[in-house]
């Protein structure tokens, strides 16, 4: 049984940052995309960023230049580095794990964590 535990979500003023950690519960040094997702109420899960198990991420282009994904194959850890945050980026927050060389849409994703929610405040 795989499990992705998410953390760091929370509560933020427009402007500031959050890091969200994303925990597996296996190694990841195989996994090919560990990615991030965000859902608002009423819309579809959307892409916010994803990383190559090379290190190579691909970022949407609404979080572009503010965001940063990362990931630690020995910690077993995937962090999303969230800076000057804005209202729209209220969202849930999901980490997920590709095993394949898929990244979008989220159906590439084998396994997803509970999600964590953001909330930035105007």
């Known amino acids: 049984q795989v499990r992705l535990v998410e953390s760091g979500g929370g509560l933020v003023q427009a402007g500031g940052s959050l890091r969200l950690s994303c925990a597996a519960s296996?190694?990841?040094?195989?996994?090919?995309?560990m990615g991030w997702y965000r859902q608002t109420p009423g819309k579809q899960r959307e892409l916010v960023a994803t990383?190559?198990?090379?290190?190579?991420?691909i970022y949407a282009e609404a979080v572009k230049g503010r965001f940063t994904t990362s990931r630690d194959n020995v910690k077993n850890t995937v962090y999303l580095q969230m800076n000057s945050l804005r209202p729209e980026d209220t969202a849930i927050y999901y980490c997920?794990?590709?095993?394949?060389?898929?990244?979008?849409?989220?159906?590439?994703?084998?396994?997803w964590g509970q999600g964590t929610q953001v909330t930035v405040s105007s």
């Open positions: 990383i190559t198990s090379g290190g190579f991420a």
């Open positions: 997920g794990a590709a095993v394949g060389c898929g990244y979008y849409p989220d159906n590439a994703y084998d396994y």
């Open positions: 296996i190694s990841i040094f195989s996994i090919n995309n």
